[in-house]
């Protein structure tokens, strides 16, 4: 079986897996992942078919949720299912999603969380990580399949952002007072194509940040995400855009559930409001986004310890 042109694409294109510096064998892991599942990631829409169906979805106003797996996340759901967890999953968990605390008991609840959210799913931005296929076939089965870079808006001449005009738009990310600023005093001046961040109102929401060993105030991961549904149901809101480590895809499950629409951007959402990141400066395509007007995220909302996951920053 050869490759997909989808995948040929894919690792050409300016996504994680083109400029990521992992090594050439978990790259090779990935396309061996996609040769395997052909008759999943053989479904994937083109890019402008992708742009198009958010497009249409948020002009329908229907609910909706739109989401991706993170790897971390979805490598954890893979162990769960295979019945155990390998010992690098907990510090990983603990560290890159902000799962706490890091023992079995909760990395089991949590993967039936997360394999119950994704039965919501109605768009799923792929990216061919280990444990994607298996909750695919066990969750999602229904949904429409896109490559995850195109569901962000600057990729596109015609972003499926301009949508957003004249909606209540929750935000829901750790750099809340960051968002907050940027859309106030430089939204015009983020980006050359003025649609990718129309004017609406935006409602920020400051999600729990708990990776890289950061404190809360909550006693389990749950504790916080309940926290965040029961403060997120009395908000006054069309869409939610959500980037919140491993909370982001239950929660974006929970505001369908409430009759909402949701996009799980994930670590891109940031992207949207022009605040730098590590993860992505020395990226060209991004390189050529940034201007005068992008910020790194504001002190208050930087963690604990940034050193110790710095892909935000």
């Known amino acids: 079986m050869t490759l997909s042109k989808n995948l040929k694409e894919f690792v050409k294109s300016n996504t994680p897996l083109a400029k990521w510096k992992g090594s050439i064998y978990t790259k090779a892991v990935i396309i061996k992942n ?16 992708s742009n198009e169906l958010v497009a249409n979805l948020i002009k329908d106003s229907k609910p909706f949720m739109i989401s991706r ?17 390998k010992g690098s999953i907990f510090e990983s968990m603990s560290n890159d999603s902000g799962f706490f605390p890091v023992d079995e008991k909760h990395l089991d609840r949590f993967s039936q969380l997360f394999l ?11 990216w061919f990580q280990i ?15 896109v490559e995850l870079n195109t569901l962000e808006p600057y990729y596109h001449n015609d972003p499926w952002s301009k ?31 003025k649609n990718i961040l129309p004017e609406f109102e935006l409602i920020p929401f400051k999600a729990v940040q708990s990776l890289a060993g950061t404190q809360t105030q909550f006693n389990t991961w ?23 480590g491993a909370y982001g895809l239950p929660l974006a499950a929970y505001i369908k559930s409430l009759g909402k629409q949701a996009v799980h951007l994930g670590g891109a959402t ?6 730098k990141g ?16 992008w910020v790194r995220c504001k002190p208050e909302d930087i963690p604990t310890n940034p050193s110790k996951y710095p892909a935000y920053w």
Not at 69 to 75: D, I, L, P, R
Not at 132 to 139: C, D, G, L, V
Not at 278 to 293: A, C, G, T
């Open 34 to 49: 996609h040769v395997k599942n052909y008759d999943i990631y053989q479904q994937i829409l083109s890019s402008q078919q």
């Open 69 to 85: 797996f993170g790897s971390t996340e979805a490598y954890c759901v893979h162990e769960y299912l295979k019945g155990g967890y």
């Open 116 to 126: 119950e959210s994704s039965k919501s799913i109605d768009v799923l931005g792929v």
């Open 131 to 145: 444990g994607e296929p298996e909750i695919i076939r066990n969750s999602c089965q229904k949904a429409s399949f």
């Open 163 to 193: 949508n957003l005009e004249g909606k209540k738009v929750l935000v829901i990310h750790p750099f809340a007072e960051t968002i907050s600023s940027q859309y106030k005093n430089q939204r015009k001046l983020l980006f050359e194509n």
């Open 222 to 244: 749950f504790d916080a995400y309940d926290w965040m549904c029961n403060k997120i149901k009395v908000q006054d809101f069309d869409i939610a855009i959500i980037g919140c």
């Open 270 to 275: 940031q992207i949207l409001f022009g605040i």
């Open 278 to 293: 590590n993860r992505w400066d020395k990226i060209p395509f991004f390189q050529s986004l940034y201007n005068e007007s």
